[in-house]
């Protein structure tokens, strides 16, 4: 019974990232971003990310329900990918990290 109920935790938390990460970018293989919010401006956010070093995101590929609570200093986790396209990192979800 205990097996049952592990599996089963596993697959929703399995399923739980999938939702929170998005659909994978038919430009560019899906990447996952965790860091702070430097600055946040319409549809153009820069993160710190915790790896070192920052990032521009493109937002206008999220809800903006998504992001327009963020202010600076949130702890983000952004999905989405790197393309040709752009020099930004196109984000495809963001959400609000809790407090670390």
Known sequence: MAK???TTLWVLLLLSVLAVIGPVSAQ???V????RVQWIA???MVVQLDSGGSV??????VPQDQYSV???GDRVVIGGALTDLSPRF??????RAGAV
């Open 90 to 95: 196109m984000a495809t979800s963001v959400v």
């Open 28 to 30: 560019g293989q899906e």
């Open 4 to 6: 049952g109920r592990l």
């Open 70 to 72: 963020l202010r600076r």
């Open 32 to 35: 996952r971003l965790d860091g």
């Open 56 to 61: 521009s995101v493109d937002l206008k590929g």
């Open 42 to 44: 319409g549809q153009l």
